[in-house]
C-alpha cells in the first residue's frame, strides 16, 4: 500500500467491493468462521496477549505446521483479527482480543460452539429443514440435540460454556436497563448455570430468587452460584418448565429460552408461567426482536440457527405480542438494552385489564 494511505479494515474495503466480489466474501463466510474456530482451539489470541510472536514461535508452542500457521494467521490479518506488525510476525487487535480466555466479554466459548461439529452437522443440511420446515437432528445424530450433548460431555461443555458466555456478553446491558428491586421473589425459569440471576443478584441484594432448569444442570448451577457469591439468595430446582414452573414468585424471568421453542411449545411454557405467577406480577423475557423488512439484524441469522438446531425461531414484536396474548398475559413494554437484546415486560391479562 502506498505510504501515507490508511489500511481499510476488511469491513470498509468490503462495503466498497463490486457486488460479485461481494458475494464471493459472503459464500466464503464459512472459510472465516472455520480459521476463527482454529485459531480459539489453539488459544492463539491467550499467546499473543502479552505482545507480538512470529508465527513460527506460535506454531512450536501449539504443535503445528509453521508455514500452515503462517498461512492462518496472514488470512485472519486481513479479516480484522490479528495485524502483521513485520513479516511473519503477529499482533492481537481488539477484535481477535475477544477470543482471549480471560477477556471480561470473551467470545472464545460461543466461537468454539458456532463451529463445533454438531453446528457443521446441522449447517450441511439446511436444504433439507427448508424443505421440510423443520430441524434435522434425529436424522443427523438419531436422537435430539439435548439428547446428544448429554451422550457426550465434550460437545456439552461446549455449549454450557457458551451459553454462560452469551450472558456475559448482554448481562451488564440487561441489569442496568431494567430495575429488579421492585421485586421480592425472582424465579428464573431455564435459567442454565445462573450467568443472569447471578448478574441480577449482585446489582440487587435485597432481592431473593429461584433458578429453575433441567435436574442435570442443577450441580454446575449450584458450583456458578456458590462461586458468584449468591448461593445463599437462590433456591435450586430442577424439573421440567413444560410440566409445571415453581410458584410464587412475583416476577418471572426467561433469558434465551422461548427463542428456542415453536409458538405451540413457547406457549405451553409460557401458559406454566401463567399459572405459577402471583397477582399482579410480571413476566420478563430477554430476547433478541427481530427488525422489520430487509434491515440487517443478527437475529435473521440466529433465527436459522435456531431453525436447523432446537427448532425454535426468533421473533419480531408482534409475533412476541401474539404470543403473549395466546399463553394469557399482555406484552407492556419493549425495553431496549445496550446489548442487541430487549426486555419484554408482560402482565398476566386479568390484573392488566383490571
Known sequence: MPEGVENETYFQWLSQAAPHVQLQHLMAGYQISAAIHVAAELKLADLLAAGQQTSAALAQQTQTHPQTMYRLLRTLASVGLFTEVEPGAFELTALGALLRTDHPRSMRA????????????????????????????RELFGMSGHEYRNQHPEERAIFDEAMVSIVR??????????????????????????????????????????????????????????????????????????????????????????????????????????????????????????????????????????LVGPGGQERTEREYRTLYTAAGFELVEVMPTASRMSILVGVPRAAHEA
Open 110 to 137: 460461543l466461537t468454539r460452539y458456532g463451529s463445533s461439529w454438531m453446528q457443521w452437522q446441522r449447517f450441511g443440511a439446511l436444504r433439507r429443514v427448508v424443505e421440510t420446515g423443520g430441524p434435522v437432528d
Open 169 to 306: 456478553q448482554v448481562g451488564d446491558a440487561v441489569v442496568r436497563a431494567y430495575d429488579f428491586s421492585r421485586f421480592q421473589t425472582l424465579v428464573d425459569v431455564g435459567g442454565g448455570y445462573g450467568a443472569m440471576l447471578s448478574a441480577i443478584l449482585h446489582r440487587t441484594p435485597q432481592l431473593r430468587a429461584v433458578l429453575f432448569d433441567r435436574p442435570e444442570v442443577m450441580p454446575g448451577a449450584r458450583t456458578h452460584l456458590e462461586s458468584a457469591g449468591v448461593l445463599a439468595r437462590c433456591q435450586v430446582v430442577g424439573g421440567d418448565f413444560f410440566h409445571s414452573v415453581p410458584q410464587g414468585g412475583d416476577a418471572y424471568l426467561l433469558s434465551r429460552v422461548i427463542h428456542d421453542w415453536n409458538d405451540e411449545r413457547a406457549t405451553v411454557l409460557l401458559s406454566q408461567c401463567r399459572r405459577a405467577i402471583q397477582p399482579g406480577g410480571t413476566l420478563l423475557l430477554v430476547e433478541e426482536v427481530l427488525l422489520p423488512g430487509d434491515a440487517p439484524c443478527f437475529g435473521k441469522l440466529s433465527d436459522l440457527n435456531m
